[in-house]
């Protein structure tokens, strides 16, 4: 799991790599602090700057759980003029204090140790009273908890591949606990036990969850940040709520001036479909630029930035067919882009279509918890990730498929993506999986997305409903966001099942407290597809201007 972090901040200085100058090395002066926060737990702290340099400068600081940056990083920020501060989370490597829970002391409860840091950066001799955040992953998270009602030297941040809520994003997704990402994330990097505890002791959206939920405080968001994530991102609708909800509603510097850039990039890499290299990071628009985007909100710097489009994101094609449509980066005013929500919807016969059901129709399978799908791709962290092909699970009793006709014109889906199942159940409680995937002609069928609902959290995640046995209800599944053009030739295929493990964590369908005991029980569950229970997936077809590519 490490290596895949050191992959990612590989990503990251590529980036800022491309926007450094080409200079010999420079000498730095290197200082450690234990710099105290407000409850006296002191967090170890490295601060790097030019040794020549004699006046304040502007400051970038990071903040996260895995140890602080060296001089290979420090190069690249000195040289662009600027300190960099690195700092341990509290109770992480050199810092004291504990670190359960997680994220919950960088933000805006009892303790607040991302804005202790930002005013003890404020107060030294060396900063000019402009600082930026910049990091991704943890780094972004700790970005997105620091900067909701953040003391005013806050000016900009850059926050690569970062949850902005925990509930819904990194814990509890659709009210089902992700699994994988959860306990091997916390295990493998050895946090205190206690915050999986905590977590799995609070199932439900309660209080203490809206302490980690930085979305719900946008308006109280005053620092313009580029968003930067991917299609197949373990925080991708992080990433894209975390722009809309702050470029759209947040505080008056914040409103109207961040960026979003979205490319086919996972939490790591992938292999079973290789996009072009005008993808990669290093070819993303400039609008994503950290020291573009720093250099005129932190050095009042007209370069340009003022009046880069908002929205800059990759729509993805069959990588394959180099006729096919798509596969460049497009621009936009705002995130979602305009779109036609369109119904698909599923038939009795595994047919996917426009039409709606002729007659009455259904499909039942088996859930069985001790014999759960298992999980292939998708937006997972130490999982293998990314568009994989299904076939290896698309055959199993427990699958219902539903695929379109042969597509004789391209069909490009850019948006957020749900279903509306009609369902039934024989247990008080189960789960809904739905996978979005894309069917090339020699029959693969590549993920493109998927989400989970569990059944009690149908009306809502602060609260549970039970299934009442032959009853049928409408559950909502929110298959979160994606842009890509299904190539003619193609086909559009959805699965529907119960689980996705260890993704995801198996219902075991009693209706007990979350993991009570040891019990299971298999579900017989129904999927119904007729005029009065119109199953289908909701696909957010692209309607703005003619496709072009950009690059600005």
């Known amino acids: 799991m490490r290596r895949r972090i050191v992959v990612l901040f590989l990503l990251l200085a590529v980036h800022f790599a491309s926007a450094a ?8 002066q290197k200082s450690l602090h234990m710099v105290p926060m407000r409850d006296g737990v002191r967090l170890s702290t490295v601060v790097f700057r030019p040794a020549d340099q004699q006046q304040p400068m502007p400051v970038i600081l990071a903040r996260g759980p895995y140890g602080k940056f060296g001089e290979a990083a420090a190069q690249g920020i000195c040289s662009n003029g600027y300190v960099l501060v690195s700092q341990d989370m509290r109770g992480r490597v050199d810092s004291e204090g504990n670190d359960a829970v997680v994220f919950h002391h960088g933000g805006w409860s009892k303790n607040r140790d991302g804005h202790d840091s930002l005013n003890w ?17 943890a780094l972004g998270i700790t970005q997105n908890m620091l900067a909701v009602n953040a003391p005013k030297s806050l000016k900009a941040q850059w926050v690569m591949v970062a949850f902005s809520n925990m509930y819904s994003q990194g ?5 089902v606990l992700r699994k994988s990402l959860m306990e091997t994330w916390l295990k493998n990097n050895k946090f205190d036990p206690k915050s999986l505890e905590t977590f ?8 203490f969850w809206v302490e980690l939920n930085p979305e719900a405080r946008a308006p109280d968001v005053n620092a313009p940040g580029v968003f930067f994530g991917g299609w197949y991102d373990i925080f991708l609708q992080g990433t894209l709520n975390s722009f809309t909800t702050i470029h759209n509603r947040g505080g008056e510097r914040a409103r109207g001036n961040c960026r979003l850039i979205v490319g086919p990039y996972a939490h790591g890499g992938f292999n079973e479909l290789t996009y072009p290299e005008n993808s990669a990071i290093p070819n993303a628009p400039q609008a994503g630029d950290a020291f573009r985007f720093f250099n005129h909100w932190l050095k009042g710097k007209e370069n340009g930035v003022a009046h880069d489009k908002p929205v800059h994101y990759y729509v993805m094609g069959d990588p394959e067919d180099k006729q096919a449509p798509g596969n460049y980066w497009r621009a936009a005013d705002n995130w979602p882009p305009p779109s036609t929500p369109t119904d698909f919807y599923f038939h009795e016969d595994g047919n996917l279509a426009r039409s709606e059901p002729a007659a009455d129709g259904k499909r039942t399978y088996q859930y069985d918890p001790k014999s759960p799908v298992p999980t292939v791709g998708g937006q997972n962290l130490v999982l293998p990730k990314g ?5 290896s699970i698309e055959g199993r009793d427990d699958v219902l498929l539903f695929t379109t006709e042969t597509l004789t014109e ?3 889906v850019t948006g957020r993506i749900t279903a509306k199942l009609y369902v039934s159940s024989d247990c008080p409680d189960t789960d809904f999986t739905v996978k979005l995937s894309d069917v090339y002609p020699d029959g693969r069928s590549m993920l493109v997305t998927d989400g989970i609902l ?3 959290h149908r009306l809502g995640f602060e609260r549970e409903d039970f299934l009442k046995p032959g009853e049928v209800y409408e559950l909502t599944v929110d298959l979160w966001s994606t842009s890509l053009i299904f190539n003619r030739g193609h086909r559009i295929r959805i699965a529907v099942s119960s689980s996705n493990a260890p993704r995801f964590d198996p219902n075991p369908n009693t209706g007990k407290s979350f993991r009570a005991d040891d019990e299971t029980r298999p579900a017989t569950n129904t999927l119904h597809l007729s005029k009065a229970h119109p199953s289908r997936i909701i696909l957010p077809v692209y309607r ?3 496709n072009r590519a950009v690059r600005s």
């Open 454 to 456: 569990r059944a009690r």
């Open 387 to 391: 568009p994989m092909d299904q076939r």
């Open 121 to 137: 950066i404020t107060e030294q001799s060396w900063c000019d009273g402009n600082i930026a955040t910049w990091g991704g992953s």
């Open 410 to 412: 391209p069909l490009e």
């Open 21 to 28: 100058p080409a200079s010999a090395k420079q000498k730095l």
């Open 544 to 546: 703005g201007e003619e």
């Open 200 to 207: 799995v002791a609070h199932p439900n959206y309660d209080e």
């Open 171 to 175: 814990a509890y997704q659709g009210g």
